[in-house]
């Protein structure tokens, strides 16, 4: 078996393409359409069918490319062990999927560990969107992802922490006077953030209570809740601890504890399965994760009051 054939057939497989397959291969289109010309007679099999522009495997396909993608990176990591990466040199871009939260709060840990060793690697932070996100880690879109909700496939993940949740609200609100009571905090008027992922294990916790909430306001984005919980609004929000923490350091606000159990979140980092560049990958999935791994994050500049106009 040639072994090109192999990367051919790799590549295809997870870009779905042809023109993504040639271009991570540096070659150019028609050679991979003769490759797989000569894949498809050596086993028989048509391999993939073009469903729109995409092309999709075959159940033999299927059924093989689990062991040529883990023998082609036995083969790359033998290789690399000969012709190592070398960061410091190094001018690859790397891509890594996060929440809103997670852009915020670990992105500045993450880039200080990746420059500090490889000054000339670049990284793009994209949008978390969790439907794609098994198909992006299948893909090779994005390398590294960072999230609090269990996606599907087979994906190598490590628990970067586990993140509890505490309620926030204004420090003249009613309920600020301790314990927080279930039924003072059910009756309360609650502001969520629609794009939380956390929320699905709040929600959880609620529903095995027979206590759901019906938000009074949704916002997108965590830096609209500290100016709306400090207004005379009386909302509470249930958001995670440390940045509730940062916020009652820099808002009138004040925290609560949740008063029922709701298990920590946990943050875990996945990594891509493709088997381009693994030495590359190996070095940015191992720096990453050594620079967040327990890291609390910074999340205290989220929404940070500024300083009064003295005009007004």
Do not use: C
């Amino acid at each position: 078996m040639d072994l090109n054939l192999l990367r051919t057939f790799v590549a295809v497989y997870e870009s779905r393409s042809l023109t993504s397959a040639a271009a991570r291969l540096y070659v150019t289109q028609p050679a991979v359409s003769q490759a797989l010309t000569r894949m498809r007679r050596q086993w028989d099999d048509p391999l993939f069918h073009r469903v729109g522009r995409t092309m999709e495997p075959t159940a033999a396909a299927q059924s093989i490319y689990p062991s040529f993608r883990d023998a082609l990176m036995t083969i790359d990591r033998a290789l690399d062990a000969v012709h190592s990466f070398d960061p410091a040199t190094s001018d690859r871009r790397f891509t890594v999927a996060m929440s809103e939260l997670g852009e915020i709060g670990y992105v500045p840990a993450l880039f200080a560990a990746v420059r500090a060793a490889a000054p000339g690697i670049g990284i793009e932070v994209v949008s978390l969107d969790l439907e794609l996100l098994p198909d992006w880690l299948a893909r090779g879109t994005v390398d590294l992802a960072v999230t609090s909700l269990p996606i599907s496939g087979a994906f190598e993940h490590q628990v970067l922490k586990s993140e509890r949740y505490a309620v926030l609200m204004g420090e003249d609100h009613p309920l600020t006077a301790p314990p927080l009571t279930l039924k003072d905090y059910l009756k309360a008027d609650h502001a969520v953030v629609a794009g939380d992922s956390g929320r699905p294990a709040l929600d959880a916790a609620l529903g095995r209570l027979g206590a759901p909430i019906r938000p009074a306001v949704s916002v997108r984005h965590f830096a609209s809740l500290p100016p709306l919980l400090s207004a005379p609004n009386r909302l509470i929000a249930t958001v995670p601890a440390s940045i509730a923490r940062g916020w009652a350091e820099t808002w009138p606000v004040v925290l609560r504890d949740l008063p029922f159990e709701l298990p920590g979140v946990e943050i875990s980092l996945l990594k891509r399965t493709t088997s381009q560049h693994t030495a590359a990958l190996d070095w940015f999935h191992g720096t990453v994760l050594r620079a967040l791994r327990g890291d609390p994050g910074e999340f205290s500049s989220i929404g940070a009051r500024k300083p009064l106009d003295s005009r007004s």
